[in-house]
């Protein structure tokens, strides 16, 4: 490869590097989160209606052995990233082909080293963990080619979230999606056990990689700048290693619950963890559509803050319901929804369920951090966490080898890592106030769990469930309105909106005359 080349013709342009103002970009990123949610309601029926019934047919002993291979993998695939798309995202300016053309020649460098070193290195998981069966070493294998596929989405992904074209992000993932677990469900229906999972990771990464080099065509020029890519891995590095110490700090419970408890225990620990923390998934994105917003208006202060608690707000309104609806029916949701073999985790699940409540919103300000180009706080306080995370784990399972034991010593690092955060945002943007409005949401959540354990002894059949859930949710509704008025002018704001636009529409059409609109509400 050359140090420079002549951009092929027929390829797609370089994305231009001047941005549109900061009201367009709020208001594309506004449209982001709304069309990321429809697809993420569309996409949580099937992955609900899927789960439910790979609970139900999987053993808990199947999902620890996945927990242990996808644990072995991501160390891998964590080494592989080098954090150079998030520093794309982060820069001001957009990238031009020559440093898109260096990424990826050197993730697909990468990640063919990573891939051949997974497959010499597969044997020693049974060393480690030698619960896991003999043939868990090729479903290691199996899974480490899923890393090519992913690299091939990379750029083309890089280039649709740069450019906040999450209609397209969404329609991607959620065919992704729909890949993993229609592959699963076939699979696990044929007694395929954990390999079930495994394949469907793989095929999911195919179609993922396929389908978005369909949306956003890159081909890649001959160009290698290696004074481009060391520029990128300042930034990069830096945010990867703070992924790092994440990661170290979330693999205790692999590790930790994996070698020392059982693959039954993760089992149980990991079904809990996967339920408790679901709402990370709203969070998740609107974390995802917070950074590029929010890195491109670093020069406004004032709408910067106003964004960031907007976003906390959004994230906190679905984790503070969830929250009360487990904390008031959580026995009822397991056994009517995932069997009664499960119960065993309730106890731990109630434990990451209030975790989460406490600590979703390290997210959305870690990206805040990170869109102000700081990920040396975040990487200290993530090194600062992880020690903590280790060493109370650790003394609470040598107490209780239980799910609950694992779950009580993890929660304790999340409440020290919220604290700092607060603490980190305050000095460097003052003017932010993330939690100020979240005292209604958490008076909604404490409702319904009150009264969903009066409801509790009545709930034991899927309409009933059902009917409770709906109930849950007006009960919180009416509380957070009730004691939050600004939400409440927002919603009748946005329901007239909603009236003059479909009125208006009806005039146009010759269904309604326009003397008939009122006034105040004609467009």
């Not at 090729?138 to 999450?166: D, I, K, Q, S």
């Not at 089992?267 to 995802?288: C, D, K, M």
């Not at 009264?451 to 509790?456: N, P, Q, V």
Request: hydrophobic share 55%; aromatic share 10%.
């Amino acid at each position: 490869m050359t140090d420079q080349a002549p951009e092929p013709a027929g390829t797609a342009p370089s994305t231009p590097s001047a941005t549109p103002d900061s009201a367009a970009i709020r208001r594309r990123a506004r449209l982001g989160v709304v069309l990321l949610g429809a697809r993420t309601v569309l996409q949580q029926l099937t992955i609900l209606v899927a789960n439910v019934y790979l609970t139900r047919t999987l053993k808990p002993a199947d999902y620890g052995v996945f927990a242990i291979i996808q644990f072995a993998l991501a160390l891998f695939t964590l080494l592989g990233d080098a954090g150079l798309g998030t520093a794309l995202i982060q820069k001001h300016a957009g990238p031009d082909r020559s440093e898109l053309s260096t990424i990826w020649w050197f993730q697909l460098s990468l990640s063919t080293v990573i891939v051949g070193v997974t497959f010499v290195a597969a044997p020693w998981v049974l060393t480690f963990w030698p619960d896991l069966p003999e043939g868990s070493v090729w479903l290691l294998r199996g899974l480490a080619l899923g890393l090519l596929f992913t690299m091939l989405r990379a750029v083309p992904m890089l280039l649709l979230e740069r450019n906040l074209r999450y209609e397209w992000i969404g329609t991607l993932e959620f065919a992704g999606t729909v890949a993993f677990y229609g592959t699963a469900v076939l699979m696990a229906s044929r007694g395929a056990g954990a390999t079930s999972l495994v394949s469907a990771s793989v095929i999911q990464s195919f179609a993922l990689a396929f389908a978005a080099n369909l949306v956003q065509p890159f081909r890649p020029s001959l160009i290698f700048d290696r004074e481009r890519l060391r520029a990128l891995v300042r930034f990069g590095f830096a945010f990867q290693g703070k992924n790092m110490i994440g990661f170290i700090n979330q693999a205790v419970t692999p590790l930790f619950a994996g070698a020392r408890l059982g693959k039954v225990v993760l089992g149980h620990v990991q079904f809990a963890q996967n339920i408790g923390y679901f709402p990370s998934l709203p969070v998740g994105i609107v974390s995802r559509v917070t950074f590029p917003l929010l890195s491109r208006l670093q020069g406004d202060r004032a709408a910067f803050a106003s964004e960031l608690e907007r976003a906390v707000l959004l994230c906190g309104i679905p984790t503070f319901w969830f929250t009360g609806l487990v904390l008031g029916t959580g026995p009822a949701i397991v056994s009517v929804v995932y069997s009664d073999k499960w119960l065993p985790a309730v106890p731990a699940l109630y434990v990451y369920t209030l975790t989460f409540a406490i600590g979703f919103y390290f997210t959305i300000i870690g990206s805040a951090l990170d869109a102000l180009g700081k990920p040396q706080v975040l990487l200290r306080l993530f090194i600062a966490v992880a020690l903590i995370n280790w060493l109370c784990v650790i003394v609470a399972t040598s107490i209780g080898h239980s799910p609950l034991a694992f779950a009580l010593g993890y929660c304790i690092h999340v409440l020290v890592g919220n604290v700092a955060i607060l603490v980190a945002l305050k000095q460097l943007l003052p003017e932010a106030r993330p939690l100020a409005r979240l005292g209604a949401p958490a008076a909604g959540a404490a409702v319904v769990a009150f009264a969903g354990r009066y409801a509790l002894p009545f709930i034991h059949s899927p309409l009933r469930l059902s009917a409770w859930v709906l109930i849950a949710l007006a009960l919180f509704a009416a509380v957070v309105l009730l004691l939050d008025r600004s939400l409440w002018r927002a919603l009748q704001v946005a329901l007239r909106g909603l009236t003059a636009s479909g009125r208006a529409r009806a005039t146009a059409a010759g269904v309604v005359p326009d003397a008939a609109i009122p006034p105040s509400t004609r467009s």
